[in-house]
């Protein structure tokens, strides 16, 4: 059964810094691209990053370029999502999934970060 398990996320002021984890289960996660995305009430999920099956190849939407990097650890089976920087458009609850993931995909709960002074 395929899982993901999001943390790390909570309340941070603009400007400042959060470390997203995401941890996989029930597929080898070494042998995918994964992604970070994220959805604000009302919204469709947007993605937000991607990291080639073992990191050599990332991308970023454009607005969180230069702020926001994106890792892995394979022997641990997790995805992190470095925020820095962070802004009031930031505030949403972030996912994992792999990169090829739809709508109908399995997802995990997610992690909620609201960025707010």
């Known amino acids: 059964q395929v899982q993901f398990v999001e943390s790390g996320g909570g309340l941070v002021q603009p400007g400042g810094s959060l470390r997203l984890s995401c941890v996989a289960s029930g597929f080898a996660m070494r042998d995918y691209a994964m992604s970070w995305y994220r959805q604000v009430p009302g919204k469709e999920r947007e993605f937000v990053a991607q990291?080639?099956?073992?990191?050599?190849?990332?991308n970023y939407v454009d607005s969180v370029k230069g702020r926001f990097t994106i890792s892995r650890d394979n022997t641990k089976n997790t995805v992190y999502l470095q925020m820095s920087n962070v802004k009031a458009e930031d505030t949403a609850v972030y996912f994992c999934n792999r990169a090829t993931a739809t709508p109908l995909s399995s997802w995990g709960q997610g992690t909620q970060v609201t960025v707010s002074s």
């Open positions: 990291i080639s099956s073992f990191g050599g190849t990332r």
